[in-house]
DNA sequence: TGTACATCAGTGAACGCGCGTTCACTGATGTAC
DNA sequence: TGTACATCAGTGAACGCGCGTTCACTGATGTAC
């Protein structure tokens, strides 16, 4: 259809297919969802499918590889400008939550594998995270040794309570949604929980700002 | 068999069919565990398993009430002794992550119901904690109002990070805990993640053990 | 430019299988008189 | 204490159905000479 498409017929069929699967999946889960409604939700018979993809397990494989964010992930660690303990920290949970946020898809599809197919997915993808992750926790460290900003804490501490309260974000994010009460409208969540977060584990107030 | 056993033969197989249905449905989820299995791990004939269980579904849902600590729950938020606003925090944080730590198989249960079966039981638990959640946090407030250790942040923000924080450690449990270098051995991970949180909402760090 | 052929995308029928549930039934257990 | 009867717990076969996948096939599209 626009210019930047050379899809073959195939390469299209393909795509309806991996679309179709994915919002079908996301929807009733892996193994409630079939290859027939997935056929039927491309307009093709059951068959068809086996002219673009393995089986039912490489679809799924698939979908959730191509939903994650991984290369972005490493980006945003090893990108970080700040230069402040207290700047790195802000920019890697906000980017971090953002990336997540922005790709609630990939964290429902995980969420899917590791209940419904023992989590192979996140099982490979850990791993592959986890060397960032760590460096990015030994520059915090680095970068303190200058500046003294940070609480006497443990550098996993730090890690795990930034990761906590990124995914404890995407969790509430559904749950709490729906406790009118405990909606302020139009308020900046992310925001708020990076500001208890950086309060949590620098020595000061005042040093948040560095 | 023990001494506070009345139970009837009846009564032993539908704690039986109980307690199969919940092993097999944690381990494959609800879609993926079929009536067979269940009653093959329970020794019986899959027709048997409907004279004390009216289906699949009346199943799968008196298995999410009854592990659910909703009552346990409410009391906690009630029982509260702490004066200070502080203390009344660090004891709602501390007693609901261990509640919920205590109650792992409910919370993958209530996963698996969100996620498979469109979250009917979450959705009923979430209004009958919510007004407590409400009280409870009034009631801070109320306790700051003399003692003024809070930071000037909205209560929502109090509760949902609270909860977020509590939820995320539930969540980075199962994960990070691949992660060997994130490991501290022996290491009390819920009082390190309530120390963060306490200090990310309280004024001063010394207000803490008030 | 025309022809021969290979590859591609999709069809329709069928495979063996396991699913949730029902039904008529059989013994064993409990209850009433 | 004995007998008649209702209830209980479980069986085995069967129901209609949808599952993932395979197979022989058909046209359409692309390629080589």
Redesign the interface.
């Known amino acids: 259809m626009s210019a930047e498409d050379p899809l073959s017929k195939g390469e299209q069929t393909k795509q309806s297919i991996l679309a179709a699967a994915k919002e079908l999946i996301l929807d ?2 892996y ?2 969802t079939s290859m027939r409604q997935i056929a039927q939700a491309v307009g093709v018979t059951p068959a068809a499918l086996y002219n673009h993809v393995a089986g039912k397990d490489e679809l799924f494989t698939l979908l959730v590889r191509e939903a994650a964010p991984l290369e972005q992930g490493i980006d945003l660690l090893q990108g970080l400008q700040a230069d402040t303990p207290a700047g790195l920290l802000r920019e890697a949970f906000a980017g971090l939550l953002g990336l997540f946020a922005s790709h609630e898809d990939y964290v ?1 599809l995980a ?2 594998d590791a ?2 197919r023992d989590g192979a997915a ?2 490979t993808l ?2 592959q995270l ?1 060397p960032h ?2 460096g990015f926790a030994r520059r915090v460290q680095a970068r303190d040794a200058v500046h003294g900003q940070l ?1 006497n ?2 550098p ?2 730090l ?3 930034m ?7 995407m ?2 994010e559904r ?2 949604r ?2 009118n ?4 409208p139009q ?1 900046d ?1 992310a925001g ?2 990076l ?7 620098l020595r000061t107030p005042d040093a948040e700002e560095g």
Chains 1, 2 share one sequence.
């Open positions: 009733q889960g193994t409630a429902r969420l899917i209940q419904e996140l099982a850990v791993p986890a992750i760590l609480r804490l443990p996993p501490v890690v795990r309570a990761m906590s309260q990124i995914g404890g974000y969790l509430t749950v709490l729906e406790v009460e405990l909606n302020l308020f969540w708020a929980l500001d208890v977060y950086l309060h949590g584990v």
